[in-house]
């Protein structure tokens, strides 16, 4: 693989500003209602616990964590929001291809990496790091957008005899998917790139690196429809989770 290919991944130009914008020092709609409370009560940080944090992107989780934190990134522009935005002490924020061995001394009690591993080009690197950096016991957590229901233009929604369905195109097969942020203003449009793989290459990737799944939960989106269709569009994302959470532990 190229440096241009690893280095392409890599939140930069106007998608890091665009999303230095929506997330901002709060979060997201999706980090605020969904991702940032389960994440955190399923990673139970405890006191003293050391804790590494890849695609890390402009530090929102690092900013609700006190404990000794790493976080660690691709895009130098988020790097430095997330430095920029987070005043404590004991974190700190890199610039480094996290599907690379990381070259990093120290080792870690719980591992995350929050809606980027869907963002890597070679998700099979990021949890070897993962295995090579947590303890023996230490646990890692992983949100995905759902990868059975939440396909970048490969998934979508279809109403028939009054009901709403979700379709999906393909499912097995791994996907590129590139992503233009601007698709109708060529001069300023930038692509990023979201990647798929089913489910069964995320058990395998983990076990292969030494992790036991622990537990997995899906959560929903908590918007609410107006209108006429409210009633089938609000039972069909009662349905249909959005993300997926892995809760994996370090075996061997
Ligand atoms: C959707 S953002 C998520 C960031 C953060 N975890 C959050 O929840 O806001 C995906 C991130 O993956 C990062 N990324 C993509 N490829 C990477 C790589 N090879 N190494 C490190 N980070 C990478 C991007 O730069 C981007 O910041």
Not at 26 to 34: A, C, D, F, P, Q
Not at 86 to 107: A, E, Q, R, S, W
Not at 114 to 134: E, H, P, T
Not at 221 to 233: C, L, T, V
Request: glycine share 8%.
């Amino acid at each position: 693989m190229s440096k241009k290919d690893t280095n392409k991944t890599a939140w930069k130009g106007g998608v890091a500003q665009w999303y230095k914008k929506s997330v901002g020092v709060e979060g997201s709609y999706y980090h605020k209602e969904v991702v940032i409370p389960n994440s955190l009560r399923l990673l139970d940080i405890k006191n003293g616990e050391k804790i590494l944090d890849l695609g890390c992107g402009q530090g929102i989780m690092g900013r609700h964590i006190k404990n000794k934190y790493l976080g660690i990134d691709l895009s130098t522009e988020l790097i430095e929001e997330a430095k920029k935005l987070d005043k404590n002490i004991n974190h700190t924020y890199l610039v480094g291809d996290i599907t690379k061995d990381l070259k990093i001394y120290g080792i870690f009690d719980k591992g995350m990496i929050i809606l980027a591993l869907q963002n890597v080009k070679k998700s099979f690197g990021v949890i070897r790091n993962f295995s090579k950096l947590l303890n023996k016991g230490g646990e890692l957590l992983i949100v995905i957008n759902h990868p059975a229901f939440r396909i970048p233009k490969h998934s979508d929604w279809v109403v028939k005899d009054g009901k709403q369905f979700r379709i999906m195109e393909s499912y097995l097969s791994p996907l590129e998917i590139p992503i233009e942020s601007s698709p109708f203003d060529k001069k300023n449009n930038q692509i990023s790139y979201s990647y798929h793989y089913p489910l069964s290459a995320y058990t395998e990737m983990l076990s292969d690196n030494g992790f036991l799944i622990k537990n997995m939960e899906e959560w929903i989106s908590p918007k609410k429809s107006e209108g006429p269709m409210a009633i089938i569009e609000d039972r069909a994302r009662g349905e249909f989770p959005l993300f997926l959470a892995i809760k994996a532990v370090k075996n061997g």
